[in-house]
C-alpha cells in the first residue's frame, strides 16, 4: 500500500496566508516540508481520503495525478476537507475524459452538507437524484460509524470522532491482505467506542496517520495536541495496536504552536513519531 500526503494542514494551511505569527513566516522563508495544504491523502492510486480544497494543486506540485481515482472515503463536510466544486469539474459536462466513476463514502450528517453546497453551486443533478449517475459521475454510499466494508481491493471500517457532531464525522481503518493504516483526522481525543472498536476488529496498524492540530505548548479543542497525540500513541502501543515496525505520523498541523517542519520533526522524533508534510511518499 503506497500513501502519498496531499496535504497536511488544518483548516487555514501552514503558513496561514494572512498570517505573521512567528511560526508563520518562518515557514515562508524555509519553504519545502514548511509548507502544508489542507489535509488529504492518496492510497495508491485509486482511493482518495478527502475531496480537500487544494487537492488539485497537491496533484500537479506533487505529480501525483488523480484520474484513476475511484473511491473517496470522506472524513467530514467542513470546507478545509471538503470542496465539492470537484464533483462539478469531474462531471460529463467539462469534457473530462475518462474518469473512472466515482465511489463516494460519507456519512448522513456530511451527504446532507455536500447536498446543499451542490444546490448552491447549481449542480446538473441534484445529489439524491437518479440522474446523478449519469450527470456527476458519481455513485454514492450513505455508511455510518463501525461498519466495515469492502470497497474494490480495501477492506474499509469505519469509526467515530470526537469532532463536530454536526458533520458526523468519521475516521476511517484501510486494509489490504498485506497492511493496515489508521487515518484518524479530524477528532480531540478518540471515543472509547473507536478504542474497543479497534479491538474487536482485531486491528494492528502498520501505519497509524493522526491528527496533531495544536503543537506541544497548546491544549487541545475539538482537536489534538502534541501531548495529546503522544499519549494517544503510547496507549496504541500499550494495547498492542501497533505492528512490529509500525510507522506513527502526525497530520492535520496548524500554525498554533506547532514549530516549522524541521524543528517539529526533532521534537517529534524525541517522543517516537514522524511528522507527515505534503508530498511525502510512504
Ligand atoms: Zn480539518
Ligand atoms: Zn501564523
Ligand atoms: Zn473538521
Redesign the pocket.
Known amino acids: 500500500m503506497i500513501i502519498t500526503f496531499l496535504g497536511t494542514s488544518a483548516v487555514n494551511a501552514y503558513?496561514?496566508a494572512f498570517?505573521?505569527?512567528e511560526?508563520?513566516t518562518l515557514a515562508r522563508k524555509l519553504g519545502g516540508p514548511s509548507l502544508r495544504k489542507r489535509a488529504a491523502v492518496l492510497i495508491n492510486d485509486d482511493l482518495l481520503i478527502d475531496l480537500g480544497p487544494d487537492i488539485m494543486t497537491a496533484s500537479h506540485m506533487h505529480r501525483r495525478p488523480l484520474t484513476r481515482v475511484r473511491y473517496c472515503l470522506q472524513t467530514h463536510a467542513h470546507a478545509d476537507h471538503l470542496d465539492t466544486s470537484h464533483f462539478l469539474s469531474r462531471s460529463p459536462g467539462y469534457g473530462v475524459i475518462g474518469a473512472p466513476r466515482l465511489r463516494f463514502y460519507a456519512s448522513h450528517g456530511t451527504m446532507q452538507v455536500v447536498a446543499q453546497l451542490l444546490e448552491r453551486d447549481n449542480a446538473p443533478a441534484s445529489l439524491f437524484s437518479l440522474e446523478v449517475g449519469e450527470n456527476l459521475n458519481l455513485e454514492l454510499h450513505r455508511i455510518e460509524a463501525l461498519q466495515s466494508l469492502a470497497i474494490g481491493p480495501y477492506q474499509v471500517t469505519t469509526f467515530p470522532a470526537n469532532h463536530d457532531p454536526s458533520v458526523d464525522p468519521l475516521l476511517y481503518a484501510v486494509q489490504t491482505e498485506e497492511r493496515s493504516i489508521f487515518y484518524g483526522t479530524d477528532t480531540a481525543t478518540l471515543p472509547e467506542e473507536t478504542w474497543q472498536a479497534f479491538h474487536r476488529c482485531r486491528l494492528q496498524f502498520d501505519v497509524v496517520v493522526l491528527d496533531h492540530t495544536y503543537g506541544p505548548d497548546e491544549l487541545g479543542s475539538d482537536h489534538l495536541s502534541a501531548r495529546q497525540f503522544i499519549e494517544h500513541v503510547s496507549r496504541m502501543r500499550d494495547e498492542g495496536l501497533l505492528a512490529d515496525g509500525a510507522r506513527v505520523l502526525a497530520t492535520h498541523i496548524a500554525?498554533e504552536g506547532n514549530p516549522v517542519h524541521p524543528e517539529l520533526a526533532d521534537f517529534a522524533a524525541r517522543h517516537g513519531y514522524e511528522v507527515a508534510y505534503d508530498g511525502l511518499v510512504v
Open positions: 503558513p496561514e498570517c505573521r505569527c511560526n508563520c500554525h
